[in-house]
Nanobody, 124 residues
Framework: QVQLVESGGGLVQAGGSLRLSCAASGRTFSNYAMGWFRQAPGKERDIVAAISRNDGSTYYADSVKGRFTISRDNAKNTMYLQMNSLKPEDTAVYYC?????????????????WGQGTQVTVSS
């Protein structure tokens, strides 16, 4: 079992920045590929970014490329999402997820564990 806890969400004006963190516990963090997803009201949960288990390979949704950066620190059992140039359409609940595998995955069904989510609200 892996427990995931997100933090760092909040209210920010358009153009601002936030840094989300996902703290993992329970199993060896470096055995898991990780991902960030988001879900806006009335919409499906979509991939934002994902990172592989060890080599740092990453994936970004087109909507966040060039603005968001995913990273992980296996020594601290923590994953991050640096979000810059935020837009109102980035408003959503952001979830971190863990996949017992090597490569970065993009589908919700590929992930085994989920956090409770953290709200990000971007005002115009």
């Amino acid at each position: 079992q892996v427990q995931l806890v997100e933090s760092g969400g909040g209210l920010v004006q358009a153009g601002g920045s936030l840094r989300l963190s996902c703290a993992a516990s329970g199993r060896t963090f470096s055995n898991y590929a990780m991902g960030w997803f988001r879900q806006a009201p009335g919409k499906e949960r979509d991939i934002v970014a994902a990172i592989s288990r060890n080599d740092g390979s990453t994936y970004y949704a087109d909507s966040v490329k060039g603005r968001f950066t995913i990273s992980r620190d296996n020594a601290k059992n923590t994953m991050y999402l640096q979000m810059n140039s935020l837009k109102p359409e980035d408003t959503a609940v952001y979830y971190c997820a863990a996949n017992y595998g090597i490569v970065a995955r993009t589908r919700t069904r590929d992930y085994d564990y989920w956090g409770q989510g953290t709200q990000v609200t971007v005002s115009s």
